[in-house]
């Protein structure tokens, strides 16, 4: 069972009364170019300044968004996962894609939809457009967050909103843990700060019994302190 975006579309893209609006050209490249793609750890889904020719949506695992600085630093923008689709803002501006997007699951499988079907699909259900809007809007909230997020808090502060945000927005396994495996350099870039500041803090907050760290994952412990540490709302 597909989720939110992806979900909406491949709903839609089967719905006999939007499938009317499509000629016979249309319908052939929705056949044979739509197609699921399977991607291991590290590999890119879309790349920093190259053309889009469609939009892929998340079928299965996370993803990381993000640029690269003039000091070829890497900057996290967002994350990305199941029933998010990636691509689509460039796409309608007509530009180069502005990040790159790579899996940092073991197997991540995405599907590729076409510019001329994610057009032609924006135009003929509300649904989709309005799904659409919706995203961008998010997406801004989102963006503006993570500029107050670097410009106003401390570090320590950050590392707590971005643990509780990270927790809200992948969810938790089994075992309780965060439903991602960051190293410290991709979690000190996340909050702005040294790999070497990320490793003590992150050690500090062991310490203090506000997370459990196995490895690479982590769980959250004291979700009340976290929040009055970060002065998070959310």
Do not use: W
Not at 157 to 181: H, P, S, Y
Not at 191 to 210: P, Q, V
């Amino acid at each position: 069972m597909y989720s939110d975006s992806v979900e909406l579309i491949i709903s839609e893209l089967k719905n006999n009364n939007v499938l009317k609006e499509f000629s016979k050209d249309e319908i052939k490249i929705l056949n044979n170019e739509i197609i699921e793609v399977t991607y291991h750890k590290g590999q890119e889904i879309i790349h920093e300044g190259c053309k889009p020719t469609g939009i892929y949506g998340i079928l299965k695992g996370t993803a990381k968004l993000y640029q690269n600085g003039f000091n070829g630093k890497e900057q996290i923008l967002r994350f990305v996962k199941r029933g998010d689709i990636i691509g689509y803002r460039s796409l309608l501006c007509g530009e180069s894609f502005s990040a790159s997007c790579t899996s940092i699951d073991d197997e991540l499988v995405a599907i590729y939809i076409p510019e001329i079907i994610f057009n032609k699909l924006l135009k003929v259900s509300s649904k989709v457009s309005f799904d659409i809007l919706k995203k961008i809007s998010l997406d801004l909230g989102e963006a503006g967050k993570t500029i107050t997020l670097l410009a106003q808090k401390t570090v320590r502060e950050r590392l707590a909103e971005v643990l509780l945000f990270l927790e809200k927005k992948l969810g938790v396994d089994q075992e309780g843990f965060i439903n991602i495996t960051l190293t410290r350099e991709e979690m000190a870039n996340l909050i702005g700060t040294a790999t070497e500041s990320a490793i003590r803090l992150i050690s500090e907050f062991k310490g203090d019994k506000l997370i459990k760290v196995s490895g690479r994952k982590i769980k959250i412990l004291d979700h009340k302190m976290l929040t009055r540490l970060g002065h998070v709302t959310l």
